[in-house]
């Protein structure tokens, strides 16, 4: 009689080899797949389906593929909207890439279209991820459009599951072990997002062959960087906002505005900050690796002067980071761009409250409900409402084209969240042209955190 074939089965997020004898498995195979003495049987990622079916078949053994549960579609793309340069040379990177890969495009260029047209390729189930559930709505809408179907939606309360569906990071965490062999296709939009301890298990946890990985700021370490070449693949194309300006982007200028802190601010801060900067020098801590911080926060919790060094750290960077100054030019500014889209930009909900009670201006924060957020970005949209203070809410994923103007009051060094809120007003329009303010303490430490943000190609013109 001839042997049964290998069994290959999907089970609770991972891959299960069944009728195999283990040690007699070709290396290739054995590099993918383990041996379970629980079950005594072969386990494999399932992230790693693809590579494990092909590796079985140049082996030439017999295989029961009883895994994917997903069948080829019958998609129609609607509308006769056709890609521009860039999107074309970064869909045929992608599949030069094997359909599974990173595009790095710039907010506004388009990266949701790229989108489309790779699911209308595959002709598969496809599964959408995204941070917020904001974006799900937004990509929910935006597929139907192409698509007119049943869009799926995972998150926020909601779990309908379809052919092409979207979902939060979050949610499809917590639902891949069930889902994760129905989709041949995972999209992950912001994917800088994925190589999260948590999130990277929503990627693991499905077989899907095909993988995109959308964002607008590929930069991360080194560890992180391995973790989406491992669950999604390399970085296939990656196209600058310079490339794109006055083309598909708005001209735009970054303006850098120096401010000094009034008088008895700077007396606080330089007292304040001495604390912070004589702590850090006694116990050799300069922030240049990974662990420093871990080690500051440690010494704080630990050493009998700590609580005091780590308030004066806080309240030191809260002076520099806003400032009597920074109020006072927000108005200068509010009133020279009188009646055009304003966006404010804060490090924090308290500042970003405190300009909306100054000000009389609506404030947007990851405390603002979803009816009342839904609300504000449509008058904001319409312009009913022309300017809109924030905090991190709007740094990634939320559509607002009509927004010509960013103010940055504060933010953190992180380039990435630069880059991101300078997208925020790129979007194209007749005549448009985009102007981000970024309002600097010259006398503070802020003006270095600064000073590392713009080695971002973007700001180099």
């Given at each position: 009689?001839?042997?049964?074939?290998?069994?290959?089965?999907?089970?609770q997020?991972?891959?299960?080899?069944?009728?195999?004898?283990?040690?007699?498995?070709?290396?290739?195979?054995?590099?993918?797949?383990?041996?379970?003495?629980?079950?005594?049987?072969?386990?494999?990622?399932?992230?790693?389906?693809?590579?494990?079916?092909?590796?079985?078949?140049?082996?030439?053994?017999?295989?029961?593929?009883?895994?994917?549960?997903?069948?080829?579609?019958?998609?129609?793309?609607?509308?006769?909207?056709?890609?521009?340069?860039?999107?074309?040379?970064?869909?045929?990177?992608?599949?030069?890439?094997?359909?599974?890969?990173?595009?790095?495009?710039?907010?506004?260029?388009?990266?949701?279209?790229?989108?489309?047209?790779?699911?209308?390729?595959?002709?598969?189930?496809?599964?959408?991820?995204?941070?917020?559930?904001?974006?799900?709505?937004?990509?929910?809408?935006?597929?139907?459009?192409?698509?007119?179907?049943?869009?799926?939606?995972?998150?926020?309360?909601?779990?309908?599951?379809?052919?092409?569906?979207?979902?939060?990071?979050?949610?499809?965490?917590?639902?891949?072990?069930?889902l994760?062999?129905?989709?041949?296709?995972?999209?992950?939009?912001?994917?800088?997002?994925?190589?999260?301890?948590?999130?990277?298990?929503?990627?693991?946890?499905s077989?899907?062959?095909?993988?995109?990985?959308?964002?607008a700021?590929?930069?991360?370490?080194?560890e992180?960087?391995?973790?989406?070449?491992?669950?999604?693949?390399?970085?296939?194309?990656q196209?600058?906002?310079?490339?794109?300006?006055?083309?598909?982007?708005?001209?735009?200028?970054?303006?850098?505005?120096?401010?000094?802190?009034?008088?008895?601010?700077?007396?606080?801060?330089?007292?304040?900050?001495?604390?912070?900067?004589?702590?850090?020098?006694?116990?050799?801590?300069?922030?240049?690796?990974?662990?420093?911080?871990?080690?500051?926060?440690?010494?704080?919790?630990?050493?009998?002067?700590?609580?005091?060094?780590?308030?004066?750290?806080?309240?030191?960077?809260?002076?520099?980071?806003?400032?009597?100054?920074?109020?006072?030019?927000?108005?200068?500014?509010?009133?020279?761009?009188?009646?055009?889209?304003?966006?404010?930009?804060t490090?924090?909900?308290?500042?970003?409250?405190q300009?909306?009670?100054?000000?009389?201006?609506?404030?947007?924060?990851?405390?603002?409900?979803?009816?009342?957020?839904?609300?504000?970005?449509?008058?904001?949209?319409?312009?009913?409402?022309?300017?809109?203070v924030?905090?991190?809410?709007?740094?990634?994923?939320?559509?607002?084209?009509?927004?010509?103007?960013?103010?940055?009051?504060?933010?953190?060094?992180?380039?990435?969240?630069?880059?991101?809120?300078?997208?925020?007003?790129?979007?194209?329009?007749?005549?448009?042209e985009?102007?981000?303010?970024?309002?600097?303490?010259?006398?503070?430490?802020?003006?270095?955190?600064?000073?590392?943000?713009?080695?971002?190609?973007?700001?180099?013109?």
């Amino acid at each position: 009689m001839p042997e049964s074939p290998l069994l290959v089965r999907f089970i609770q997020g991972t891959l299960v080899v069944e009728n195999c004898d283990y040690a007699r498995l070709p290396l290739a195979v054995r590099m993918l797949v383990k041996f379970d003495e629980r079950i005594q049987a072969g386990r494999a990622r399932a992230c790693d389906y693809a590579a494990l079916m092909l590796a079985l078949r140049a082996a030439e053994l017999a295989v029961e593929d009883q895994a994917a549960e997903f069948a080829p579609l019958a998609l129609t793309l609607h509308g006769s909207f056709q890609p521009r340069p860039h999107q074309a040379t970064a869909f045929q990177r992608w599949r030069e890439a094997g359909y599974r890969a990173l595009v790095a495009l710039p907010t506004g260029s388009g990266k949701t279209f790229l989108a489309v047209l790779a699911i209308h390729r595959l002709q598969r189930p496809t599964l959408v991820m995204v941070p917020t559930i904001d974006l799900v709505q937004q990509w929910a809408s935006t597929l139907q459009r192409f698509f007119q179907i049943p869009i799926g939606l995972l998150g926020g309360g909601a779990r309908q599951i379809e052919s092409i569906t979207v979902s939060t990071y979050d949610s499809a965490v917590l639902n891949m072990e069930f889902l994760g062999n129905q989709f041949a296709f995972l999209v992950f939009d912001e994917c800088h997002h994925l190589p999260g301890a948590v999130n990277r298990t929503a990627a693991a946890m499905s077989l899907a062959p095909y993988r995109l990985g959308l964002t607008a700021t590929p930069e991360v370490g080194a560890e992180q960087e391995a973790v989406l070449h491992d669950l999604i693949g390399p970085l296939a194309c990656q196209i600058h906002i310079d490339e794109l300006e006055g083309q598909v982007l708005a001209p735009y200028r970054t303006i850098p505005v120096e401010l000094s802190l009034d008088a008895e601010e700077k007396e606080q801060y330089v007292a304040k900050r001495a604390i912070y900067t004589d702590f850090l020098k006694r116990h050799q801590i300069s922030f240049r690796s990974p662990d420093d911080w871990r080690r500051f926060l440690g010494l704080c919790a630990r050493l009998p002067d700590g609580k005091a060094v780590f308030d004066a750290f806080l309240e030191q960077r809260r002076i520099a980071r806003s400032g009597r100054a920074k109020i006072r030019a927000v108005w200068e500014l509010l009133q020279q761009h009188a009646g055009e889209q304003i966006i404010i930009f804060t490090a924090d909900n308290a500042t970003a409250y405190q300009l909306g009670r100054e000000f009389f201006l609506p404030v947007l924060t990851h405390h603002t409900k979803l009816v009342e957020r839904k609300a504000m970005l449509e008058a904001f949209r319409s312009g009913r409402w022309p300017v809109l203070v924030t905090s991190k809410v709007l740094n990634e994923g939320v559509d607002v084209p009509e927004a010509n103007i960013a103010i940055i009051l504060s933010g953190s060094g992180s380039i990435r969240e630069h880059v991101q809120r300078l997208g925020r007003i790129l979007r194209a329009a007749p005549g448009k042209e985009a102007i981000l303010y970024e309002l600097l303490n010259a006398d503070t430490a802020e003006i270095y955190v600064s000073r590392r943000r713009r080695e971002h190609r973007a700001y180099r013109h």
